[in-house]
C-alpha cells in the first residue's frame, strides 16, 4: 500500500516538473507575439500611432457638370455688367448642386456688386471653405471688400490670391486701386508694375479707372501707364 502511494507521488512529481518545462518553454514565445506589435520598419514608436495625413484632410467637392455649365452661362452675362440676369444663372446653379462652390463664389461677387455686400461676403467665405486653395474666391473676397470700403480686408484677400497665383493679374490691379485711392503713389506702382507686366492691357484699365485720379498725375504714374 505504502509502495503504490509513494509510486504516486513520483509520478505525480514528475507529471508537474515536466509540465512545468513546457510552460517555460512556450510562455516567453507567447509573450513575445502579443507584445510586439509589428509595425512600419521606417517608422518609430511614436510615428506608428500618428494618423496618416491624409485622414485629416477634407475631399475637395467636385462641382455637378450641370452645374458648372449654367455657372459658366452666368460668368459672361457677369462680365457684361448684367447682374440681375448672372445672379439668375447662378441660382440654378446652386439649385443643381448647392456646394457648388464657383457659384457661390460668383453669386457673392455679384450681390456685392449690387450693393448687398454682408450676404455677397457671406457667400464667398463659403466657397472658400469648400475650397481654400479657389484663387478666384481669394480675389472675390478681395473685390468685395474693396467695394464695401473695407481696404485692409480688401487687400490681406488680395495677398492671400497672389500667395496661391503670382501671376494673377487683377489681384495685383486691386490692390494697386486701393492704394490709388489712399494717395499712395509708391505702392501703386509696386502692385501696378507686375500687372501689366502680366496683361499690357491694364494700361488702357489703369488710365481710365477713377481709383487713381489722386495719383493721376503724378509723372511716375503717367510714364507707367502711358500707351
Not at 118 to 131: D, R, Y
Not at 200 to 221: G, I, L, M, S
Request: proline share 6%.
Amino acid at each position: 500500500m505504502k509502495r503504490s502511494i509513494s509510486s504516486s507521488i513520483l509520478l505525480a512529481s514528475i507529471s508537474l516538473v515536466i509540465t512545468t518545462m513546457i510552460v517555460f518553454h512556450y510562455l516567453p514565445n507567447y509573450n513575445t507575439t502579443q507584445i510586439n506589435i509589428p509595425i512600419n520598419p521606417s517608422t518609430s514608436s511614436v510615428d506608428s500611432l500618428a494618423l496618416p495625413v491624409e485622414s485629416n484632410s477634407v475631399a475637395l467637392h467636385v462641382s455637378d457638370s450641370k452645374a458648372l455649365a449654367l455657372y459658366d452661362q452666368g460668368l459672361k452675362v457677369y462680365y457684361q455688367r448684367q447682374f440681375p440676369d448672372a445672379l439668375d444663372f447662378f441660382n440654378q446653379a446652386l439649385a443643381v448642386d448647392p456646394l457648388c462652390y464657383e457659384a457661390l463664389n460668383a453669386k457673392g461677387a455679384t450681390l456685392a456688386f449690387q450693393g448687398e455686400h454682408e450676404q455677397g461676403l457671406a457667400l464667398i467665405q463659403q466657397a472658400l471653405v469648400l475650397n481654400p486653395s479657389f484663387v478666384y474666391g481669394h480675389f472675390n473676397l478681395g473685390l468685395a471688400n474693396e467695394l464695401a470700403g473695407r481696404w485692409d480686408p480688401a487687400i490681406a484677400a488680395y495677398q492671400k490670391a497672389l500667395q496661391l497665383d503670382n501671376r494673377d493679374t487683377w489681384s495685383y490691379y486691386g490692390i494697386a486701386s486701393i492704394y490709388g485711392r489712399l494717395g499712395n503713389i509708391d505702392k501703386v506702382l509696386e502692385y501696378l508694375q507686375p500687372a501689366i507686366a502680366l496683361d499690357p492691357n491694364v494700361k488702357e484699365v489703369a488710365r481710365a479707372e477713377k481709383d487713381f485720379t489722386p495719383v493721376r498725375k503724378d509723372p511716375r504714374f503717367q510714364t507707367l501707364v502711358k500707351p
